[in-house]
């Protein structure tokens, strides 16, 4: 049995340079912990195979932000389409800001495809900007390309920092920008952080990982929590029941059961590895729920990670003083 501690870690979002169908094939192969079958060119067959099987969840851990600024007709047709799906029960997912100048849509991959599936099925035609943007992410749109269609518009894809003018304003970056985190806790604080929406979600799966095998050492690892100490009288006790579940686990499976049977005996305080997708103005919620004293410990431990994270992204956005009148 292995011991580890809780951590939390960037791993994307609107920082630098920024390759989705990368971003998203990381994401998703932390479900099955098969980071090592990462290669060059392995992301436009991933993608094409969680889209074939209808996975498209994974797709939400990448974003596009539309500059509209000079495409006003196509700002206020996505905006039509948008009210249209709503009023049909359906939701868009995207979000639009529209100042004295600029005009700015974004959303996550997944939700930009079904605005494109609605809107195809309305039999209304693509604007220009939009087919640019299948043009320039075919690994995300191929099936709205049509071939050897001539595309004349510009597109102005943007990285909502703060050198864009549009977002040297916090209120347009709050809502429009956003991070990945990757945390590694136990099952218990995942559970906590998983009921946490809209954001999007990739977790380390106990169905597909079986941990008798090589590639987990042939051991279960568990989160050691940060208030027990190897000192500490309670220790041996945790220590105890932690081998117990992984006597258990591996004694299901050596009797023929499937890892997802045998999952049912490991212990709350099992490692779990999970990446979380939000805007700036969802981590806000997320940092004035989890990091208050009212919050769990474990809980509270890698929020308090991830606020400090966040905060070394953007000061202004993710001040105390926001986090604390987050809603």
Not at 100 to 116: F, K, L, M, P, T
Request: with cysteine; net charge negative.
């Amino acid at each position: 049995m292995k011991i580890t501690n809780a951590s939390v870690e960037l791993v994307g979002g609107n920082v630098g340079v920024f390759d989705r169908a990368k971003h998203v094939e990381l994401c998703g192969r932390v479900c099955y912990k098969s980071e090592d079958r990462i290669t060059a060119d392995s992301a436009e067959k991933f993608i094409a195979g969680i889209i074939k099987r209808g996975h498209e969840a994974v797709l939400e851990h990448a974003r596009i932000t539309l500059d509209l600024s000079q495409h006003w007709n196509t700002y206020r047709l996505l905006a039509a389409i948008a009210r249209s799906m709503r009023s049909e029960g359906m939701h868009d997912y995207l979000t639009f800001t529209r100042g004295q100048v600029d005009h700015i849509v974004s959303g996550n991959v997944r939700a930009w495809r079904e605005v494109c599936k609605y809107t195809q099925s309305c039999r209304q035609v693509f604007p220009g900007v939009v087919k640019r943007m299948f043009a320039e992410n075919p690994v995300f749109f191929s099936e709205f390309i049509e071939p050897d269609e001539y595309i004349g518009d510009t597109l102005t894809d943007i990285n909502p920092s703060k050198d864009v003018p549009a977002f040297k304003d916090p209120k347009v970056r709050r809502v429009h920008s956003w991070y990945t985190l990757r945390f590694i806790c136990d099952r218990g604080v995942s559970h906590e952080i998983v009921r946490h929406r809209p954001a999007s979600y990739c977790q380390e799966s106990t169905r597909y990982c079986n941990y008798s095998k090589a590639d987990f050492g042939g051991e279960i690892t568990v989160v050691r929590p940060f208030y027990l100490s190897p000192d500490d009288s309670d220790y041996p006790a945790w220590e105890t029941a932690c081998k117990a579940a992984e006597t258990a686990y591996f004694a299901m499976l050596d009797s023929g059961r499937t890892a997802q049977e045998a999952r049912c005996v490991l212990p709350t305080c099992l490692k779990t590895e999970l990446v979380m997708t939000a805007t700036a103005d969802e981590w806000l919620h997320f940092l004035m729920l989890r990091t208050a004293e009212a919050a769990h410990p474990q809980m509270r431990e890698v929020a308090t990670q991830a606020k400090r994270i966040l905060q070394e992204q953007d000061a202004e956005v993710f001040a105390d003083e926001q986090i604390r009148d987050a809603r």
